[in-house]
């Protein structure tokens, strides 16, 4: 019962895009996104509602679609602040927020 | 300000002995969770709660134990029975209203001497 996210690691060069996916074998209703720095709590990006709904905050967006069970997480020309480990999460029964394992992201100057 | 505290930062545990996490918050809100992670690893869920007096257990709930006798404190013991307590736990609070987002304390890192 957990969301699974693709891939499991990405490096870029500055200015490159990325792509992070997060897909769930039962029906998503909502879908959070965090990034997290090493050794540091995870800092909220965005959440995702509803089947169809884009989001963004800077470069970065997501889209979710609530028919496939998935959510995308887009990055666009990475800066180098953007490293860090990227986190979909979503609830499944009674409030519960579950995580996927984690794609973790490096971009290089 | 408003926020989730949590404490101590580091925390060791001598073999055979239950450690207790604190995590506290000042944000009124009702849902609480604990996380665990491993190096390199995912948030894993250990036990979250809805409500005073209230808690379910999570993923990986074997060898801890939680309480929630108040709306702000939600403690994480770490028993004897969980051989492998070496983490990152990681404490949140929400609002239980749909959509609303996770506000994550600091962390304790917790070590077995």
């Known amino acids: 019962q957990q969301p699974v996210q693709s891939p499991q690691a990405v490096i870029l060069r500055e200015g490159e895009d990325a792509v992070i996916n997060c897909s769930s074998s039962k029906a998503l209703y909502s879908v959070h996104w965090y990034r997290q720095k090493h050794g540091e709590a995870p800092v909220f990006l965005m959440i995702l509602l509803k089947g169809g709904e884009q989001k963004g905050h800077e470069k970065i967006s997501a889209s979710f679609n609530e028919k496939k069970q998935q959510s995308s997480l887009y990055l666009t020309a990475s800066q180098l602040s953007y490293s860090g480990t990227y986190f979909c999460?979503?609830?499944?029964?009674?409030?519960?927020?579950?995580f996927g394992a984690g794609t973790r992201l490096t971009v290089k100057p | 300000d408003g926020g989730i505290t949590q404490s101590p930062k580091y925390l060791f545990r001598k073999e055979g002995q239950n450690v207790t996490l604190s995590c506290e918050q000042n944000?009124?809100?009702?849902?609480m969770y604990w996380y665990r992670q491993d190096p390199g690893q995912g948030l894993r869920l250990i036990y979250y709660?809805?409500?005073?007096?209230?808690?379910q257990k999570g993923d990986i709930a074997e060898g801890y134990s939680v309480s929630r006798e108040k709306k702000e404190s939600f403690p994480l013991t770490v028993t004897s029975a969980q051989k492998n307590p070496t983490a990152f736990y990681l404490c949140?609070?929400?609002?239980?209203?749909?959509?609303?987002?996770?506000?994550f304390g600091s962390g304790t890192q917790l070590s077995v001497l």
């Open positions: 949140a609070s929400r609002r239980t209203a749909l959509g609303e987002k996770l506000f």
């Open positions: 944000l009124n809100h009702d849902a």
């Open positions: 999460g979503t609830g499944y029964n009674n409030n519960d927020m579950r």
């Open positions: 709660s809805q409500i005073v007096n209230d808690f």
